[in-house]
């Protein structure tokens, strides 16, 4: 399985689940990471643009780059509603060959376990080159890990969320299964998304994966990229990270 492969059948239900995972609670920490930066801002993996849309709203000038076409539609439909015009740009693209000239940005953001769907060392070493190239000299890389993925706990057919009004307007469930690969350390998560009731039910089956990842592997894996970590944070207001954290943030610089 490649890590891109279901983000398109999950976008429609996307933004549903995670308000009620993430939600907003990071949106904050990265608007205070762009109030520092002097350019122009790269979001790795945008998405549905749940962090760059309120990040380009604070006043930056974004750019969004995500290999899904689904998701950057719901993107596209937000700023325009948001009317953000031209402070937030996003590009359909793979983000191991990010089509933009050496040194372009002092901030790259990559929130939430994106660098985790590079499910093998080959995409993730060829991501953090191209990271390293795009940085101004002193940009800083900013990092989210999923904390939890490593202890994960597995399970079949668990119905994770429920409520009345999912999406679409009609009543919603997951049901969802979890399996651990020790050995290749990757998590994958099968859903179903089942809408309406009686004979207008709905069913939307697909499988993400994530790689998982503890933060020196990561920290380990940007120093040989010529990145120098600055930083490792455990929460969302820049108090200092360890094993028990429930945040897992890396700053990077390139020097």
Not at 110 to 123: K, N, V
Not at 130 to 152: H, M, T, Y
Not at 181 to 205: A, M, P
């Amino acid at each position: 399985m490649k890590g891109y492969e279901g983000w398109d059948a999950y976008a429609p239900y996307y933004d549903w689940e995670n308000a009620q995972t993430v939600g907003r609670r990071d949106i904050a920490f990265w608007q205070r990471m762009a109030a520092r930066a002097d350019g122009p801002i790269l979001e790795l993996g945008c998405g549905t643009g749940r962090v760059a849309l309120p990040v380009a709203k604070q006043g930056a000038t974004v750019v969004g780059i995500d290999r899904s076409a689904s998701m950057l539609a719901r993107a596209r439909t937000r700023v325009r509603r948001a009317k953000l015009g031209s402070r937030l740009q996003l590009i359909r693209g793979d983000i191991r060959h990010l089509p933009f000239p050496d040194r372009s940005f002092p901030l790259v953001m990559a929130p939430y376990g994106i660098l985790q769907s590079l499910l093998d060392e080959a995409l993730l070493a060829a991501t953090l080159q191209d990271v390293w190239r795009v940085l101004s000299r002193d940009g800083v890389f900013g990092l989210e890990l999923v904390a939890d993925l490593p202890a994960w706990e597995e399970y079949q057919n668990k119905v994770t969320f429920r409520s009345p009004r999912g999406p679409h307007g009609k009543p919603i469930r997951l049901i969802e299964s979890v399996t651990q690969d020790r050995r290749k350390h990757i998590t994958r998560f099968d859903q179903e998304f089942v809408e309406g009731t009686g004979k207008s039910v709905t069913r939307k089956r697909f499988q993400i994966a994530f790689r998982t990842l503890s933060v020196p592997q990561m920290v380990q894996r940007l120093e040989k990229a010529g990145l120098e970590v600055s930083a490792l944070l455990g929460d969302y207001q820049g108090g200092p990270w360890d094993l028990r954290a429930d945040v897992w943030i890396i700053l990077a610089r390139r020097g």
